[in-house]
């Protein structure tokens, strides 16, 4: 008989593991008829924002909303240039597009894929206004760095910390170095809701304040609006199911660790031909995505498929290669490192209830696609 397949990731093993939990959050909102704000909604704030190191953490409707909600609030807008990763989500992007600037494509390092100070400066111009660094798969970027070039420049900075909820340069969190910081609570995220959510944290007070109220309607206090703005709120649902996960969020990433511990020991021991991506010095990635660079990717992916093991590939299109930034007539050859990786990229399954024996069978199955891919 056939093994089960082994997912790139798993939401019913966490489910799972913490029903009794999460069911409690959902009756308690239902019985409470605390749909929208409330107190869920302020539990889990602070309890996010003490998680991020940051003073305060603002819900919103996704993660998307997020950037945009910080971009329009750090005054961004119509003739401004925003630098982004060509390697990243499509919304780090389309956030930018939302709130009516440009958003001008960086390519990445090629061995962490991260958008470094050397990418952002080679894209510079006089109508540059803001960085938006994405902490890919995971591993926070040069946040020194960064910050050194945006004071230089006097750049806004916002951290698209989607992947990245928790991971550290040196002991700091991110999300802590810029401007603001912005999160998605999308289900397959590392702290993940059971529909939409997403939050911007910042030391901002000024911010803050603007941010509560724009998310919101541009809302005072009742019947009042100070500014018409959106609605993009973070449910009372949604802000309870992520309070019951919260207080195991350093466990599940120390778990994605160890996981990734045993691909990177048994791929450099047995696996030549895949090259895991490299991680800076003195961060702690917490491995939203466990991603190696292999030859033949269409094939390995498909020998992987054939084996049970459902990897992936993030992402396939870098945004300067998708149709809907064709009009910025960004080209292969001005993004070179982005656009070799997108076609040697592969995700092996990562989540924390990973067992060790399916781990073990992602690496002997990746092992036997690679020889067949070299064979053909
Ligand atoms: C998921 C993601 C987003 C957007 O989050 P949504 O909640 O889906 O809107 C933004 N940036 C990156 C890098 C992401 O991975």
């Known amino acids: 008989m056939a093994l089960p397949n082994i997912p790139l990731v798993d939401l019913k093993a966490q489910y799972a593991a913490h029903k009794t939990e999460i069911d409690a959050a959902i009756a308690r909102v239902i019985e409470n008829t605390a749909f929208i704000g409330g107190a869920e909604l302020q539990r889990f704030e602070t ?61 990445c390092d090629p061995d962490t894929l991260l958008m470094g100070p050397a990418e952002v400066e080679a894209v510079l111009t006089p109508n540059t206004k803001a960085l938006l660094p994405v902490h890919l798969f995971g591993q926070p970027c040069d946040m020194p760095g960064l910050m050194a070039l945006a004071k230089a420049k006097g750049l806004k900075v916002i951290e698209d910390s989607a992947q990245a909820h928790g991971a550290r340069v040196g002991g700091q969190r991110i999300g802590s170095f810029g401007d603001a910081a912005t999160y998605s609570f999308y289900p397959g995220k590392n702290l993940g809701a059971y529909g939409d959510g997403g939050a911007i944290t910042t030391t901002d007070p000024a911010l ?98 054939a084996r049970g093991v459902m990897a992936g590939v993030h992402y396939p299109i870098a945004l300067h290669q998708q149709p809907a930034f064709a009009d910025w007539n960004v080209t ?15 995700s092996l399954p990562m989540y924390p209830e990973l067992s060790k024996e399916s781990a073990r069978r992602v690496i002997v199955s990746l092992k036997e696609a690679l020889e067949q891919s070299a064979a053909t």
């Open 47 to 107: 309890a996010f924002a003490a998680f991020c190191e940051a003073p305060v953490a603002i819900g919103c409707g996704n993660g998307t909303d997020a950037i945009a909600l910080a971009l329009k609030g750090l005054g961004i807008g119509a003739g401004d240039e925003v630098v982004v990763p060509s390697m990243t989500f499509i919304a780090t992007a389309e956030a930018v597009e939302m709130v009516g600037a440009r958003p001008v494509f960086a390519d």
């Open 208 to 305: 803050a304040d603007w941010l509560r109220k724009a998310r919101n309607h541009g809302r005072a206090k009742k019947y009042e609006h100070d500014f018409s703005a959106v609605n993009s709120r973070l449910d009372g649902l949604q802000a309870a199911i992520l309070g019951a996960k919260l207080p195991h969020l350093d466990d599940w990433s120390a778990r994605r660790r160890e996981r990734a511990g045993w691909y990177d020991a048994w791929i450099a021991a047995e696996v030549p031909d895949a090259q895991p991506i490299v991680q800076r010095e003195d961060t702690t990635s917490v491995y939203h995505l466990y991603v190696i660079r292999v030859p033949n990717r269409d094939a390995v992916l498909a020998g992987l498929k």
């Open 332 to 346: 292969d050859e001005d993004m070179p490192h982005t656009a070799a990786a997108c076609a040697q990229i592969l």
